[in-house]
């Protein structure tokens, strides 16, 4: 199964850019440990750090379409990053999401598969 792992975190880009050396380390550990946990179920299909919010472009609804700068959402919780995974079941996406960054709140969302 396919599950969309999204990493958001209040402030993220600042949180981020404060971190000392250690820290960063130390997340980029837990992107390891959250790696190989993935492999040992499945695999990694996709996944990338995203750029700061205002990079966003938002296109609205209507006959218009409309573009809009900044994300859909104004909120404090950003969004810094994604995975796309392949594991056998939810729980062991679960399992691997628990290994993230804890400052993270993290979605798992299992996808169609819809191929495009």
Known sequence: M????L??????FARWEALDDAERERAF???RA?????????SILAGDALH????ARTVRPGP????????YAETVEQLGGFYLIDVPTLADALAAARLLPEEYTIEVRPTLEVEV
């Open 29 to 31: 550990a837990d992107y």
């Open 52 to 55: 700061e919010p205002g990079a």
């Open 7 to 12: 990493l958001t975190e209040d402030d993220h």
């Open 64 to 71: 218009e379409r409309a573009v809009t700068e900044g994300p």
């Open 2 to 5: 396919r599950f969309l792992v």
């Open 34 to 42: 959250f790696s190989g946990a993935v492999r040992e179920r499945g």
